[in-house]
């Protein structure tokens, strides 16, 4: 009788024990669903996490106010780094934007598209906006000084360089992702320009229903 209780008692004890792993198991699955609403529709790996990307900025909006990241970003948005004068990146990257944005809002997902300039010398309010005016009516244009440029970029960790600025035509060096920034989560993914319209709304959609 005695081995039976024994043998009894170790069924028991591995039981218990087998319960107390499924449920670690499952509250670290539910933990690190809580962590990442989003990993499902993530397609890129960001060195440091999503969250060493994005962050505050203060910068100058078409119409010359200051504007915080607060203000413009007050629903799924689309950023985009670039400058008014280059010739062919800049203009190809803002219409497949606004075109993503327009499929989006068809299929009843309100998303906005915005242009940060990287070329503070040249971009003055009122060139942002007569650039994303030609783009998309609803795009926000933004520009600001060198420090409100350096100070933005560096939180989305892109990059520019101006060639010799004593020639008027002068071009600029510079990154071209097109980044996710939710309202209340902030930034969650980077797209690459190869994407077309179709498949830039697509992967879009997924953020915005896991944060709807």
């Known amino acids: ?42 397609a890129t790996q960001i060195a440091g996490g999503a969250d060493s990307i994005g962050g505050p900025f203060e910068l100058v909006n078409a119409a010359g106010e200051t504007v915080t990241d607060a203000d413009v970003i007050t629903r ?30 068809d299929q009843g997902m309100p998303v906005t598209s915005a242009f940060i300039s990287i070329d503070p010398g040249r971009d003055t309010p009122d060139v942002v906006g007569a650039f994303v005016g030609n783009v998309h009516p609803d795009m926000i244009g933004l520009t600001g000084t060198p420090e409100q440029t350096a100070a933005a970029s560096q939180a989305y960790r ?26 209340e989560d902030g930034f969650v993914e980077f797209f690459r320009r190869e994407l077309s319209p179709a498949q830039l709304a697509e992967r879009v959609s997924c953020f915005v229903e896991a944060g709807s």
């Open 158 to 183: 892109t990059y520019y360089q101006a060639h010799d600025t004593s020639d008027e035509f002068y071009l600029v060096d510079h990154s071209t992702f097109t980044y996710l920034v939710m309202p």
């Open 76 to 105: 799924p948005t689309l950023l985009y780094f670039g400058y008014t004068f280059c010739p062919d990146v800049c203009p190809l990257d803002t219409v497949r934007n606004a075109d993503a944005v327009d499929i989006l809002a």
């Open 1 to 42: 009788m005695t081995r039976i209780y024994a043998i009894s008692a170790v069924t028991l004890i591995a039981a218990m024990l087998a319960g107390i792993a499924l449920v670690i198991y499952l509250n670290r699955g539910q933990n690190n669903a809580n962590a990442d609403l989003y990993g499902h529709c993530r």
